[in-house]
Protein backbone atom coordinates (compact mmCIF):
# COMPACT_ATOMS: atom_id res chain seq x y z
CA UNK A 1 0.00 0.00 0.00
CA UNK A 2 1.51 3.72 -0.57
CA UNK A 3 2.05 5.90 1.65
CA UNK A 4 -0.62 7.89 0.75
CA UNK A 5 -3.38 5.36 0.65
CA UNK A 6 -2.16 4.19 4.42
CA UNK A 7 -2.66 8.28 5.46
CA UNK A 8 -6.18 8.04 7.33
CA UNK A 9 -7.40 11.46 5.93
CA UNK A 10 -7.43 9.45 2.39
CA UNK A 11 -10.41 6.89 3.10
CA UNK A 12 -11.51 4.17 0.69
CA UNK A 13 -13.86 5.01 -1.29
CA UNK A 14 -16.92 3.67 -3.21
CA UNK A 15 -16.36 2.68 -6.76
CA UNK A 16 -18.69 1.27 -9.00
CA UNK A 17 -17.01 0.58 -12.55
CA UNK A 18 -19.10 0.60 -15.44
CA UNK A 19 -18.50 0.57 -19.45
CA UNK A 20 -17.74 3.82 -20.82
CA UNK A 21 -19.96 5.83 -23.01
CA UNK A 22 -20.50 8.77 -24.90
CA UNK A 23 -21.78 10.52 -22.13
CA UNK A 24 -19.23 9.82 -19.95
CA UNK A 25 -16.82 11.45 -22.10
CA UNK A 26 -16.92 14.93 -20.45
CA UNK A 27 -15.47 13.74 -17.18
CA UNK A 28 -12.82 11.61 -19.05
CA UNK A 29 -11.81 14.88 -21.13
CA UNK A 30 -11.59 16.58 -18.29
CA UNK A 31 -9.10 13.88 -16.35
CA UNK A 32 -7.20 13.62 -19.52
CA UNK A 33 -6.53 17.01 -19.43
CA UNK A 34 -5.48 17.19 -15.53
CA UNK A 35 -3.37 13.94 -16.38
CA UNK A 36 -1.33 14.43 -19.80
CA UNK A 37 0.95 16.55 -21.02
CA UNK A 38 -0.76 15.56 -24.57
CA UNK A 39 -4.52 14.27 -23.81
CA UNK A 40 -6.65 12.11 -26.17
CA UNK A 41 -9.13 14.01 -28.20
CA UNK A 42 -13.10 13.67 -28.10
CA UNK A 43 -12.72 11.76 -31.37
CA UNK A 44 -9.70 9.59 -30.65
CA UNK A 45 -11.94 8.33 -27.75
CA UNK A 46 -15.04 7.86 -30.00
CA UNK A 47 -13.02 5.88 -32.54
CA UNK A 48 -11.71 3.48 -29.64
CA UNK A 49 -15.76 2.96 -27.95
CA UNK A 50 -16.60 2.65 -32.08
CA UNK A 51 -14.46 -0.44 -32.20
CA UNK A 52 -16.83 -2.53 -29.69
CA UNK A 53 -14.98 -6.32 -31.03
CA UNK A 54 -11.56 -5.28 -30.26
CA UNK A 55 -11.84 -2.66 -27.72
CA UNK A 56 -13.27 -2.57 -23.71
CA UNK A 57 -13.50 0.60 -22.76
CA UNK A 58 -14.59 1.24 -18.69
CA UNK A 59 -14.97 3.70 -15.77
CA UNK A 60 -14.84 4.08 -12.31
CA UNK A 61 -17.73 5.96 -10.80
CA UNK A 62 -17.82 7.50 -6.98
CA UNK A 63 -21.03 8.89 -6.18
CA UNK A 64 -22.09 8.75 -9.79
CA UNK A 65 -19.23 10.90 -10.80
CA UNK A 66 -16.53 9.70 -13.14
CA UNK A 67 -13.01 9.19 -11.52
CA UNK A 68 -11.15 7.03 -13.46
CA UNK A 69 -10.81 5.28 -16.60
CA UNK A 70 -9.42 2.28 -18.47
CA UNK A 71 -8.97 0.74 -22.01
CA UNK A 72 -7.90 -2.15 -23.63
CA UNK A 73 -7.53 -3.06 -26.76
CA UNK A 74 -7.69 -7.47 -28.08
CA UNK A 75 -5.36 -8.52 -30.50
CA UNK A 76 -5.45 -12.64 -30.90
CA UNK A 77 -3.68 -14.07 -27.42
CA UNK A 78 -2.72 -10.83 -26.72
CA UNK A 79 -4.52 -7.49 -24.81
CA UNK A 80 -3.03 -4.23 -24.75
CA UNK A 81 -3.35 -1.70 -22.32
CA UNK A 82 -4.14 1.87 -24.34
CA UNK A 83 -5.34 4.39 -21.53
CA UNK A 84 -5.68 4.03 -17.55
CA UNK A 85 -5.98 7.31 -15.71
CA UNK A 86 -7.38 8.43 -12.21
CA UNK A 87 -8.52 12.01 -11.19
CA UNK A 88 -5.30 13.14 -9.21
CA UNK A 89 -8.32 13.70 -6.06
CA UNK A 90 -8.62 10.29 -6.23
CA UNK A 91 -4.69 9.42 -6.42
CA UNK A 92 -3.58 6.08 -4.11
CA UNK A 93 -6.83 5.33 -2.93
CA UNK A 94 -6.84 1.97 -5.00
CA UNK A 95 -9.37 3.04 -8.27
CA UNK A 96 -6.41 2.58 -10.78
CA UNK A 97 -5.99 -1.21 -9.22
CA UNK A 98 -9.29 -1.67 -9.26
CA UNK A 99 -9.75 -0.75 -13.08
CA UNK A 100 -6.95 -2.59 -14.21
CA UNK A 101 -8.15 -5.46 -12.30
CA UNK A 102 -11.34 -5.45 -14.05
CA UNK A 103 -9.03 -5.42 -17.52
CA UNK A 104 -6.80 -7.75 -16.39
CA UNK A 105 -9.76 -10.41 -15.35
CA UNK A 106 -11.89 -9.94 -19.03
CA UNK A 107 -9.10 -10.10 -21.09
CA UNK A 108 -7.50 -13.44 -20.02
CA UNK A 109 -11.79 -14.64 -20.09
CA UNK A 110 -11.31 -13.54 -23.14
CA UNK A 111 -8.41 -16.00 -23.71
CA UNK A 112 -5.60 -13.54 -23.82
CA UNK A 113 -2.28 -14.67 -22.76
CA UNK A 114 0.01 -12.06 -22.91
CA UNK A 115 -0.35 -8.61 -21.29
CA UNK A 116 1.32 -6.02 -22.83
CA UNK A 117 1.73 -1.95 -22.29
CA UNK A 118 3.69 1.39 -22.75
CA UNK A 119 4.77 3.97 -20.11
CA UNK A 120 6.58 6.35 -19.71
CA UNK A 121 9.97 5.46 -18.50
CA UNK A 122 10.04 8.74 -15.69
CA UNK A 123 6.74 7.31 -14.89
CA UNK A 124 7.23 5.22 -11.47
CA UNK A 125 3.97 5.33 -9.85
CA UNK A 126 2.58 3.71 -12.62
CA UNK A 127 4.95 1.50 -13.36
CA UNK A 128 5.03 0.49 -9.10
CA UNK A 129 1.04 -0.79 -10.07
CA UNK A 130 1.95 -2.57 -13.19
CA UNK A 131 4.93 -4.32 -11.69
CA UNK A 132 2.15 -5.40 -8.98
CA UNK A 133 -0.02 -7.29 -11.58
CA UNK A 134 3.30 -8.85 -13.05
CA UNK A 135 4.28 -7.03 -15.95
CA UNK A 136 7.66 -6.55 -16.48
CA UNK A 137 9.82 -4.24 -18.36
CA UNK A 138 11.11 -6.43 -22.07
CA UNK A 139 12.39 -3.03 -23.93
CA UNK A 140 12.46 0.60 -24.83
CA UNK A 141 10.73 2.79 -27.57
CA UNK A 142 13.33 5.74 -27.93
CA UNK A 143 10.94 8.73 -28.42
CA UNK A 144 8.13 6.88 -28.46
CA UNK A 145 6.53 10.26 -26.49
CA UNK A 146 6.78 12.53 -29.03
CA UNK A 147 5.67 15.93 -27.09
CA UNK A 148 8.01 15.37 -24.50
CA UNK A 149 10.60 13.14 -26.43
CA UNK A 150 10.65 10.83 -23.68
CA UNK A 151 11.32 6.81 -23.65
CA UNK A 152 8.55 4.20 -23.58
CA UNK A 153 8.86 1.54 -21.50
CA UNK A 154 7.57 -1.57 -22.85
CA UNK A 155 5.97 -4.09 -19.96
CA UNK A 156 4.26 -7.33 -20.29
CA UNK A 157 2.62 -10.65 -18.85
CA UNK A 158 3.16 -13.33 -20.53
CA UNK A 159 1.71 -16.29 -18.32
CA UNK A 160 -1.82 -14.63 -18.34
CA UNK A 161 -3.35 -17.83 -18.17
CA UNK A 162 -0.94 -19.57 -15.73
CA UNK A 163 -2.14 -20.91 -12.11
CA UNK A 164 0.26 -18.35 -10.67
CA UNK A 165 -0.92 -15.62 -12.33
CA UNK A 166 -4.08 -16.80 -11.63
CA UNK A 167 -2.87 -16.28 -7.52
CA UNK A 168 -1.80 -13.35 -7.78
CA UNK A 169 -5.06 -11.62 -9.37
CA UNK A 170 -6.63 -13.05 -6.98
CA UNK A 171 -4.17 -11.50 -3.74
CA UNK A 172 -4.61 -8.12 -5.37
CA UNK A 173 -8.43 -8.53 -5.19
CA UNK A 174 -8.51 -9.77 -1.67
CA UNK A 175 -6.38 -6.63 -0.92
CA UNK A 176 -8.84 -4.51 -2.98
CA UNK A 177 -11.82 -5.96 -0.90
CA UNK A 178 -10.15 -5.50 2.41
CA UNK A 179 -9.72 -1.80 1.91
CA UNK A 180 -12.91 -0.90 1.47
C1 LIG B 1 -1.11 5.43 -12.46
C2 LIG B 1 -2.47 5.74 -11.81
C3 LIG B 1 -3.58 5.32 -12.79
C4 LIG B 1 -2.59 4.91 -10.51
O1 LIG B 1 -3.91 5.10 -10.01
P1 LIG B 1 -4.22 5.13 -8.43
O2 LIG B 1 -5.68 4.93 -8.27
O3 LIG B 1 -3.61 6.32 -7.81
O4 LIG B 1 -3.41 3.82 -7.95
P2 LIG B 1 -3.72 2.86 -6.73
O5 LIG B 1 -4.16 3.63 -5.54
O6 LIG B 1 -4.61 1.77 -7.20
O7 LIG B 1 -2.27 2.27 -6.44
C5 LIG B 1 -1.79 1.18 -7.22
C6 LIG B 1 -0.30 1.02 -7.02
O8 LIG B 1 0.36 2.11 -7.68
C7 LIG B 1 1.53 2.43 -6.94
N1 LIG B 1 1.40 3.79 -6.40
C8 LIG B 1 0.24 4.50 -6.24
N2 LIG B 1 0.54 5.73 -5.73
C9 LIG B 1 1.87 5.76 -5.56
C10 LIG B 1 2.77 6.75 -5.10
N3 LIG B 1 2.35 7.95 -4.67
N4 LIG B 1 4.10 6.47 -5.09
C11 LIG B 1 4.54 5.26 -5.52
N5 LIG B 1 3.73 4.27 -5.99
C12 LIG B 1 2.43 4.53 -6.00
C13 LIG B 1 1.64 1.43 -5.82
O9 LIG B 1 2.32 0.28 -6.30
C14 LIG B 1 0.19 1.09 -5.60
O10 LIG B 1 0.00 -0.14 -4.97
P3 LIG B 1 -0.10 -0.16 -3.34
O11 LIG B 1 -1.21 0.78 -2.96
O12 LIG B 1 -0.41 -1.58 -3.03
O13 LIG B 1 1.21 0.30 -2.83
C15 LIG B 1 -2.58 7.23 -11.45
O14 LIG B 1 -1.44 7.61 -10.72
C16 LIG B 1 -2.75 8.16 -12.65
O15 LIG B 1 -3.85 8.42 -13.12
N6 LIG B 1 -1.61 8.71 -13.14
C17 LIG B 1 -1.65 9.64 -14.29
C18 LIG B 1 -1.94 8.92 -15.59
C19 LIG B 1 -0.91 7.86 -15.85
O16 LIG B 1 0.27 8.02 -15.60
N7 LIG B 1 -1.38 6.71 -16.38
C20 LIG B 1 -0.53 5.61 -16.75
C21 LIG B 1 -0.08 5.81 -18.14
S1 LIG B 1 0.95 4.45 -18.69
Known amino acids: MSALARDPEYGAVDIEITRMRRRHLRRVLTIEA ?25 VAKNEGEVVGYSGMMFTGRE ?12 HGRKVGTRLLLYLVTEAIARGAEILSLEVRVTNSVAQNMYEKFGFAAV ?31 QKIREEVDQWR
Do not use: C
Not at 35 to 58: A, K, M, N
Not at 139 to 162: F, P
Open 79 to 90: AHVTNIAVDPDF
Open 139 to 169: SVRKGYYIETNEDALVMVVDDARSTQYRLRL
Open 34 to 58: KVYPRPWSTSLFLSELSQRTTRTYI
